[in-house]
């Protein structure tokens, strides 16, 4: 995953291709794989959606990201962090999640059921940014 996230902090998102997208697709709904995996999927999705125009997916991929849960002990599992350091998957976790609430609010997305149409603001053009941290 963290392969992805390098591409997308580079703006070199255009090296993607169809089973790319598919394999983003496939970790952010596999219910077997761990929460901060299914997270950085659904980001990463989401901002390869949002480069190639394609707004609602965009939209869609980062609410999934909003819909996952993790136990506390889950939360307190050891694991590589993006730029290296040991971090908790909680840590990574939240820090997936933020940057899809972000972006989400850049997109202008109300946070709405996934039963409801989705509402975006108007085209502004403006590009969600890759790694957002309020």
């Known amino acids: ?13 255009r090296r993607t291709n169809a089973e790319d997208m598919e394999f983003l697709t496939t970790v952010s709904t596999d219910r077997n794989a761990k929460a901060p995996e ?7 999705l989401g901002r390869l959606h ?5 707004r609602e997916e ?3 991929a980062y609410k999934r990201a909003m819909k996952l849960t993790m136990t506390p002990a889950e939360r307190a599992v050891l694991i590589l962090g ?7 998957s909680g840590e990574a976790f939240d820090e997936e ?4 609430r972000n972006n989400l609010t850049r997109l202008g997305a109300i946070h709405n059921d996934e039963n409801e149409p989705l509402t975006t603001a108007s085209d502004s053009g403006k590009d969600p940014d890759s790694r957002s941290v309020s």
């Open 1 to 13: 995953m963290h392969g992805f996230g390098a591409m997308l902090e580079e703006d070199d998102y």
């Open 38 to 44: 299914r997270a950085a999927a659904c980001f990463s």
């Open 50 to 54: 949002w480069c190639a125009g394609r």
């Open 58 to 60: 965009a939209i869609k």
């Open 82 to 88: 993006r730029l290296g350091p040991m971090t908790t």
């Open 97 to 100: 999640t933020r940057n899809c």
